[in-house]
């Protein structure tokens, strides 16, 4: 009784088997997220060898093969070299109320038969090819077969894939959003880029130095480079879309390509060079070893066509290690290229050997033999790049003592700079001439722009010279009085062309209390102030940059105080803190400075021996304060304030800028000269006040412009002024300009302009002006002549 209710219960239980739906046989289905996603799914999924490939998809729909599959439970599906196809089968939920689109990817490229059948409807089984709405696709390595698959809302869809490997079969599965397949693809083929443009730049350098060189070694490693070139896109998958060739030459090909480099590996070890009896027999064992290896990887093409990637490798691993044996054992003619080349060889064999024993499955090591073809072929060519650079030092030692003979010696920096002198010197003398001669506007802002180059060089050979002497020990200061505005005005109008260009307003202010003479160098003082000047104006645009130049008294010394305000839009705000930090020579210098920052050393050097100092009040990415303090005597019984003659006093004057800084300035000019200054930001309130002080009958006697104003520029001021019959005085007009007086002097003497001045305009310059109006014959009124 008991055993036929045992009968009875086992009959039952395989009837219930028998009428399951095939769905319930497989996996657990995948649920997908409602996000972006990236799932391995291997796991998850159900496998069946057929190993005489006689099953098609209606057999495997049958219940009895359904109950053969068995769940991978692993993480990659490894099979080894198999001739079996493989059957997988998944299943997916999509629990959501909308569509969901995902794409299912396998990784092997070496995979030549590749079929997906959706099964969800036994009896109506649909196969997904190119012509299906979900679409079969062709990825990267990672990514190497992908299918997209929509999932109608709220269901369970089943598949089942038939795969068949000519080679070694290794492949992960993988579920993915649409969003991160392309990203997936676009970060491949950036990484695939970066390769072969790496293979690129050194298989062109390796072709530079065996022709100029003549370097055997780099011949050897160009070969290995191709080779590389070719086995990469085989390896990833691409050389069958580049070349329009089927998959299965393509990946034959890089095989192919593997080998050869290890030949190239071996005739780069031949070419260092063996002498010696042991030696010899060495270099005859390398190029037996070297000529083996392509005619042994194409017997095995030819009778076994899916072991050939392994016998490949296998010939990679055993013909690394014994060439670091060679290396290590023997002695060539380059020993140190030899260590270079035993590292990279006991490197590669070692990392092709942990990857082949990860492929069947003795080791887990999976992401890095994923990635091994690439990093393993950058360290060859790391070690064949170190080794021809230390070929190169060893074949060239004569080059050092070249250098030793022609280092610059302080002798040899004055040499250069007084012969430099002289051609310079020449150029700013021919064009000093050549502006005295008729010119088009055109021609004297050629001419305008080789003198200012012409001092450009001329103050870097007189830093070479200081360079020289420094060196020497024997840099002495002059001690003669020198005018202080002529200084300045030099100073800052160098830069005025470049300031105009940026877009910055230079100001020069000099205090009242300013003596006219200072007693000191007037030479290395220029230089000092050049330099200041020049890298607050490299790193300054839109905006101002004043100089203001005052007499300081303290109870250990006096002398000149220059004050350097930045109000502006500062670029690269580090870099100018560490040009300012070089010129502070009372604070330790930094170690990482330049080549390129000899010139600051030079005034570092300058203002330590002319012991001034440079404090750096402020500094922000919108404007910075600085103050350079320079002892020195002052000549006794002059000043900017000291009268001067009366030929200006109780004249009006009428100042037009936008710049603030510029309208004081000014003002405080006109006021030491006796003459009586209003100002304003704009032309309409200029004309304004022009028509106002006629109606009082105290007109004024002359207008300042300046040439680049907002809204209503000096130009227009001026056409304005010239026409408004209002206006019945004409006041004299000087323009000031930051532009070529020659490019704008046309424009301006057209609308009524007396007098152009170059910015800056200040000190003696601006008076001058002032008294050539007051003696020049007004043509538009009868009034004052000015």
């Not at 062109?204 to 080779?227: D, E, K, M, N, T």
């Not at 270099?283 to 000529?291: D, N």
């Not at 990679?316 to 054992?329: D, R």
């Amino acid at each position: 009784m008991r055993q036929y209710r045992g009968r009875k219960h086992l009959i039952v239980t395989l009837l219930f088997l028998f009428f399951l739906p095939l769905t319930l046989w497989a996996s657990s289905p995948v649920l997908l997220p409602n996000a972006s996603f990236d799932y391995p799914i291997t796991p998850y999924v159900s496998v069946y060898e057929d190993a005489g490939r006689t099953l098609d998809i209606r057999a495997m729909l049958s219940r009895e093969q359904q109950l053969r599959f068995a769940p991978s439970h692993a993480r990659h599906l490894k099979f080894g070299i198999s001739d079996s196809n493989y059957w997988l089968r998944f299943s997916l939920n999509n629990p959501y109320a909308q569509e969901r689109e995902v794409v299912f990817t396998l990784s092997d490229s070496d995979i030549d038969d590749f079929s997906f059948y959706d099964i969800t409807d036994t009896q109506a089984y649909r196969h997904i090819g190119h012509d299906d709405p979900a679409r079969s696709l062709r990825g990267g390595l990672m990514q190497a077969f992908s299918v997209t698959l929509s999932i109608p809302p709220q269901s369970t869809r089943s598949y089942l894939v038939r795969i068949h490997s000519y080679g070694l079969l290794s492949t992960n599965v993988s579920l993915l959003s649409l969003d991160q397949f392309v990203k997936n693809e676009q970060g491949f083929f950036m990484l695939q880029g970066m390769s072969l443009g790496w293979i690129l730049a050194t298989l062109a350098w390796f072709i530079f130095v065996l022709h100029s060189q003549r370097i055997l070694l780099a011949a050897a490693a160009s070969g290995y480079c191709l080779s590389m070139v070719i086995f990469q896109p085989a390896w990833m998958g691409q050389l069958s879309l580049l070349l329009n060739i089927s998959p299965v030459i393509a990946d034959k090909t890089g095989e192919l390509a593997l080998a050869a480099s290890a030949t190239f590996q071996t005739l780069a070890a031949l070419s260092l060079g063996w002498s010696g009896l042991r030696d010899l027999l060495y270099r005859r064992l390398l190029l037996f070893i070297a000529f083996l290896h392509l005619p042994l990887a194409l017997i095995t093409l030819w009778l076994a066509q899916e072991a050939t990637l392994m016998v490949v490798a296998s010939m990679i691993v055993a013909n690394e290690f014994i060439l670091a044996l060679i290396l290590l054992q023997g002695r060539s003619q380059h020993p140190q290229a030899q260590r270079w080349l035993l590292g990279g060889h006991l490197l590669v064999g070692l990392g092709v050997l942990l990857a082949i024993l990860t492929s069947h499955n003795l080791l887990s090591l999976d992401l890095f033999t994923q990635w091994a073809p690439v990093v393993l072929p950058f360290i060859v060519i790391a070690s064949l790049v170190l080794a021809i650079m230390s070929i190169k030092l060893q074949q060239h030692p004569q080059q050092s003592q070249a250098g030793a003979e022609l280092r610059m010696t302080p002798a040899l920096l004055s040499q250069i700079s007084h012969e430099l002198r002289t051609p310079i010197n020449g150029v700013i003398g021919m064009t000093e001439l050549l502006g005295e001669t008729p010119l088009s506007a055109n021609q004297r802002d050629f001419s305008d722009t080789i003198a200012l180059a012409g001092r450009d060089l001329l103050h870097v050979a007189n830093e070479i010279s200081d360079l020289a002497r420094i060196q020497n020990g024997q840099l002495e200061l002059e001690e003669r009085s020198f005018s202080t505005v002529q200084l300045l005005n030099q100073a800052i109008s160098h830069f005025q062309q470049e300031a105009s260009r940026k877009q910055v307003e230079l100001v020069l202010d000099m205090t009242d209390d300013l003596p006219e003479h200072f007693v000191g160098d007037r030479n290395r003082l220029q230089t000092l102030l050049h330099n200041v000047l020049a890298r607050a104006l490299a790193y300054t645009e839109y905006g101002e940059l004043s100089l203001q130049a005052s007499h300081y008294h303290s109870s250990q010394s006096s002398g000149l105080r220059l004050q350097i305000q930045l109000s502006s839009t500062i670029v690269k705000q580090d870099e100018l803190k560490n040009a300012f930090s070089i010129f502070r020579h009372h604070l330790p210098l930094a170690e990482n400075h330049s080549a390129k920052s000899w010139n600051l050393l030079v005034t570092r050097y300058l203002l330590q021996h002319m012991k001034a100092t440079l404090e750096v009040e402020s500094m922000t990415s919108q404007g910075a304060s600085l103050t350079l303090y320079l002892p020195m005597a002052a000549v006794a019984g002059n000043s900017l304030s000291a009268p001067q003659d009366d030929s200006l006093i109780g004249l009006r004057v009428l100042i037009v800028d936008d710049n603030a800084s510029l309208r004081n300035v000014i003002e405080k000019q006109v006021r030491r000269w006796g003459m009586r200054p209003d100002s304003t930001y704009s032309g309409k309130e200029a004309l304004a006040m022009l028509r106002n002080q006629i109606s009082i009958g105290q007109p004024y006697d002359v207008i300042i412009i300046d040439h680049d104003m907002p809204i209503m520029d000096g130009l227009q001021l001026a056409e304005r002024i010239r026409s408004d019959k209002d206006i019945s005085h004409k006041p004299a007009r000087l323009m000031l300009t930051g532009l070529s007086i020659s490019s704008v002097r046309d424009n301006a003497m057209a609308v009524g302009i007396q007098h152009l001045l170059a910015k800056p305009a200040s000190g003696e310059r601006l008076r001058m002006a002032l008294l050539k109006l007051k003696h020049q014959p007004q043509q538009e009124n009868a009034g004052t002549l000015l």
